[in-house]
C-alpha cells in the first residue's frame, strides 16, 4: 500500500465495491455454507498485490496480526479470517478476471498523510561573544499550520486542506470535503496508523 518501509498500514474505504459482487454473483450459491464476502477477498488481495505480498499464506499470517488490516476488510478482533484454501481457489478462480475489471472501473488508489508546520522551532545553536550569555526572545505565542493532504500516484491528482489541529474531527472534515471534490467516482483511501484514523465515527 505504502512503501515506505513503516507501518503505513491502515486503509478508509470511499468505495462501496458493489461492483465486485455484480461481477462475481454468478460464482456464488444460494445453499451450503455461508460463502466469505467477494469484497472481503478482493479487500485481502488488494493488501497482497500493494503490499507485495505473493504468498497467500504469508498474507492470511499478516492478516491475522496487523489489527490494520483487519480494520481494513471489516473484521473484529476476536473475528475468525477466511482460510487461506478460500482466498487461494478465490484467486485461481477470478482473481484475473476482477484485475481485468480493475483496469476498466474507476477505482482509484489515493494515498494520505498529514504534516504539523512548526514557525517558532527550538534554537539549537547560536553565535554568541565569548563569555557572554545567549538570550533568546520568545513572543509567547507558539506558530504551527497542520496540513492534510491525499494525491492520487497515477493521475497526480492532489487535494489538501489547512486546519488548525490534527484530530478525529478534523480528519472527518477532510474526509468530507474530498468526498466533495471528487463525487461519483470509487477511491479508496490509504491512511497510516495515525489514532485519529482509528476512530469507529469516521465516514
Known sequence: MCHRGTSCDVCKRCWTGGWVRQHTADL????????????????????????????????????????SFRWFIGYDLDEAIPDHSVISKAR?????????????????????????????????????RR????????????????????????????FSLMVNRMDGDMFQVFLDQLALETAGRNLTLVLDNATWHHRKSLQ
Open 92 to 128: 485461481r478462480r477470478f482473481g484475473p478476471e476482477l484485475a481485468e475489471l480493475l483496469e476498466y472501473q474507476d477505482v482509484e488508489v489515493w494515498f494520505c498523510d498529514e504534516s504539523g508546520v512548526l514557525g517558532d522551532p527550538r534554537p539549537r545553536q547560536r553565535w554568541m
Open 131 to 158: 563569555g557572554e550569555k545567549g538570550r533568546v526572545p520568545f513572543s509567547g505565542q507558539h506558530l504551527r499550520s497542520n496540513v492534510v493532504g491525499a494525491v492520487n500516484p497515477k493521475t497526480g491528482e492532489f
Open 28 to 67: 456464488y450459491g444460494y445453499n451450503g455454507h455461508v460463502s466469505v464476502d467477494p469484497v472481503v477477498i478482493f479487500k485481502i488481495l488488494l493488501l497482497g498485490y500493494l503490499y507485495n505480498v505473493n504468498s497467500i499464506r504469508e498474507l492470511m499470517r499478516q492478516l491475522d496480526d496487523r489489527l
